[in-house]
């Protein structure tokens, strides 16, 4: 059973930087599954933040963090990570991490999904 843990939450000012951490468990093989990032703010529905293919080769992103956001993966660790640098107010909210088997996509149709980790960035 694949398992997915954040860490690196919390809280920070804006125009701050955070670092996010994803480490998978229960994978025999990290790299056949493609890796995302979401975030839901309160009253809000969960939405894409940013996706990685299952080699790092390919990479998407919300327009909404373009430019600001990066994120990568180490598949021998088995650890997908998100650099959000320029930190805004509205990026205040819960991130989550999710994986599905072979192929990235930028929709919700993820197969695994952590329990998230609170980001809080103040004016």
């Known amino acids: 059973q694949v398992q997915l843990v954040e860490s690196g939450g919390g809280l920070v000012q804006a125009g701050g930087s955070l670092r996010l951490s994803c480490a998978a468990s229960?994978?025999?093989?990290?790299?056949?599954?493609?890796m995302g990032w979401f975030r839901q703010a309160p009253g809000k529905e969960r939405e894409f933040v940013a996706a990685i293919d299952r080699t790092g080769g390919d990479t998407y992103y919300a327009d909404s963090v373009k430019g600001r956001f990066t994120i990568s993966r180490d598949n021998a660790k088995k650890t997908m990570y998100l650099q959000m640098n320029s930190l805004k107010p509205e990026d205040t909210a819960v991130y989550y991490c999710?994986?599905?088997?072979?192929?990235?996509?930028?929709?919700?149709?993820?197969?695994?999904w952590g329990q998230g980790t609170q980001v809080t960035v103040s004016s």
């Open positions: 229960g994978v025999r093989i990290f790299s056949s599954y493609a």
């Open positions: 999710a994986a599905r088997l072979l192929v990235v996509t930028t929709q919700n149709n993820y197969n695994y």
